[in-house]
């Protein structure tokens, strides 16, 4: 059975600031995904929140890049806005619907989209990862650990079905354009690209041995649609995991090392990415540190069984006492970078116009006494 698997998700205002989501914008979005599964066009869906970020996860047979199911989230979105953030002076309402109305499709309108159509297999476990207060760069290096190191997935050495490596499709968000690299052979240009997380960014990964669709990852940029600071562009993506693929243990593994990414504080700072149950999914200090939560689902005929929250689990306890420590580490720089990201990404925060303030009072260096 073919089935098309879309994460579709957005800010449209959330409860306290940027922190959470409030209970009545869940309700709104599944009741209207309920009202489109029992007119047959969504298979199945499962709506949940990571900070203040809401995911759609659904399943349908309409194939990717659908207007009806675009519009679907689109509506959907914009009604939570109406009835609920609006309605209760929620914090930034309709934040992440950048464009004012649907045009056809999702893309260049504001939500972050990770879509894959594929034929559902004998027994299909998929995980999918959301994240708060980062941008989709944030996957390069998990992805990287999933799909490209032995170190971390034995499976690419082990496994007959895997050992020919993947194939890793990367956007330049910059220039809109994208390549596809193959592993292992040319892992060193892989990471010569995706080494710059808020440039390049993985879109996609496939099996070598037969192309098989393996992981979709989101990759809007707000700012670059906006062409202001709106938000962080926190993203989504999904795994297929087991029987040739990597094990699920493999797919977490990656989040067992908080890494540093962008985003945090005003989307200009960088810190640890803490893998969370979605119950902790919730940002506090110095309004993050960003979080990673994870759901594990298995399809059975395009319905979503499950989820399992994968990152509900004393094994990773001692990653977010890793990530604990670097924040405090982290933040002990305050204004200074590395915490603070570079001029170049701070070019799409509101950092910009405080500039632009100063440039009449710089003189020429030849004036200097
Ligand atoms: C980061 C984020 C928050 C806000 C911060 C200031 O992605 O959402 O850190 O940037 O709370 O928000 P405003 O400018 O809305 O007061
Ligand atoms: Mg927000
Ligand atoms: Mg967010």
């Not at 390069?140 to 999933?146: A, Q, V």
């Not at 540093?260 to 309004?287: E, N, Q, Y």
């Not at 604990?324 to 950092?351: A, Q, S, V």
Request: charged share 25%; glycine share 8%.
């Amino acid at each position: 059975m073919r089935i098309t698997f879309s994460v579709i998700k957005a800010d449209v205002g959330s409860l306290v600031g940027h922190h959470t989501v409030h209970p009545q914008q869940l309700e709104v979005a599944r009741s209207s995904l309920s009202k489109a599964k029992n007119e047959g066009l969504l298979t199945d869906f499962h709506v949940t929140a990571v900070g203040d970020d809401i995911q759609l996860i659904m399943t349908h047979q309409k194939g990717i890049n659908s207007t009806q199911i675009h519009q679907l989230a689109w509506d959907t979105f914009m009604e939570i806005t109406e009835k609920v953030s609006r309605k209760l002076k929620l914090y930034a309402a309709g934040q992440d619907l950048v464009a004012t109305a649907f045009s056809g499709n999702m893309k260049g309108l504001g939500p972050g989209i990770a879509e894959a159509e594929f034929e559902e297999r004998t027994s299909e476990p998929i995980v999918v990862f959301m994240a708060d207060k980062t941008e989709p760069g944030a996957w390069n290096l998990p992805l990287y650990k999933i799909f490209a190191d032995p170190f971390s997935t034995p499976g690419l050495v082990i496994d007959e079905t895997l050992h020919s490596g993947c194939t890793f499709r990367v956007m330049d968000v910059m220039e809109d354009k994208f390549v596809d690299i193959d592993t292992p052979d040319e892992v060193y240009d892989l990471l010569a690209l995706i080494g710059t997380p808020g440039r390049y960014i993985v879109h996609s990964v496939y099996r070598r041995t037969d192309g098989l669709f393996a992981a979709a990852a989101s990759t809007a940029r707000l700012a670059l649609i906006a062409g202001k600071y709106v938000g962080k562009d926190d993203p989504v993506m999904f795994v297929r995991c087991q029987h040739g693929l990597p094990a699920v243990g493999e797919a977490l593994e990656p989040f067992a090392f908080p890494h540093l990414v962008a985003g945090w504080m005003r989307g200009s700072h960088h810190g640890p990415l803490m893998p969370v149950s979605i119950k902790d999914a919730r940002c506090t200090r110095f309004d993050g540190p960003p979080r990673v939560a994870a759901l594990g689902f298995q399809l059975c005929e395009g319905k979503l069984i499950g989820p399992s929250d994968m990152f509900d689990d004393p094994a990773f306890d001692k990653a977010r006492a890793t990530a604990n420590e670097i924040t405090d580490y982290m933040r002990r720089h305050g204004p200074f970078m590395p915490h603070r990201l570079g001029p170049e990404e701070m070019e799409y925060t509101t950092l910009v116009s405080v500039l632009k303030k100063l440039e009449g009072k710089l003189k020429p260096a030849s004036e200097l006494q």
